[in-house]
């Protein structure tokens, strides 16, 4: 089966603690990006890669990072610089014209 | 920053009923989507619109775009108590189509 896959879907944070969301594609999309949702909220763009080794920020990337080592994989991690981490994140990846969703992974502090 | 606007914030209406959502945007774009996402889910994409297209159908969906207006409509006719859900426009600006921006969605309720 082709598509995203976001783990964990659940995810708890410490105070100052670094986590990391995972998101994996096999649809062979060279473009992923990771959006956070805010309850009622719309999307939020947090970074963006449209090749292997290279990502750019979107309109809300601080307090967060990222890699692109592989095609496949696209994980963020939000570090204890964001002070406001509670939210719904999802993984996207396309081809150009389709894009495509992961689950969601939702981030609480504890 | 986002650009899309969708009106109304939420909608309520009775199973065979149309229902219909509006979106705003910013600037000019290359295509504009529209994509469902079931509480608490993630998104599935339902229809593209692109900048020189004026309507589009698929299924019981009917999309149109204004660009003159900016905006951009969805009607859902005969509607389902499973097409409760949140609904958003995304459009991808003609200076960059790299990235989506996402507008703050139409929460549909359709009673049975």
């Known amino acids: 089966d082709g598509g995203i896959t976001q783990s964990p879907k659940y995810l708890f944070r410490k105070e100052g603690q670094n986590v990391t969301l995972s998101c994996e594609q096999n649809l062979n999309h060279d473009a992923m990006y990771w959006y956070r949702q805010d309850p009622g909220q719309g999307l939020r763009l947090i970074y963006y890669?449209?090749?292997?080794?290279?990502?750019q920020k979107g309109d809300i990337a601080e307090g967060y990072s990222v890699s692109r080592e592989k095609k496949e994989s696209f994980p963020l991690t939000v570090t204890s610089a964001q002070k406001n981490p509670t939210a719904f994140y999802l993984c996207?990846?396309?081809?150009?014209?389709?894009?495509?969703f992961g689950a969601g992974t939702r981030l609480s502090v504890l | 920053s986002q650009q899309g606007e969708e009106d109304p914030q939420a909608l309520s209406i009775q199973e065979g009923e149309n229902a219909t959502m509006n979106c705003s945007y910013k600037?000019?774009?290359?295509?504009l989507q529209w994509y469902r996402q079931n509480s608490g889910r993630g998104l599935v994409h339902l229809i593209l619109?692109?900048?020189?297209?004026r309507e589009k159908h698929s299924g019981r969906l009917r999309v149109t775009l204004d660009t003159s207006k900016k905006s951009s409509s969805l009607l859902i006719t005969a509607s389902r108590a499973a097409d409760t859900a949140s609904y958003f426009c995304a459009t991808a600006a003609s200076y960059n189509t790299d990235k989506l921006i996402f507008g703050t969605g139409t929460r549909l309720q359709v009673f049975p």
């Open positions: 890669s449209q090749i292997v080794n290279d990502f």
């Open positions: 619109i692109r900048s020189n297209e």
């Open positions: 996207a990846s396309s081809s150009g014209l389709g894009w495509y």
């Open positions: 600037t000019s774009i290359n295509n």
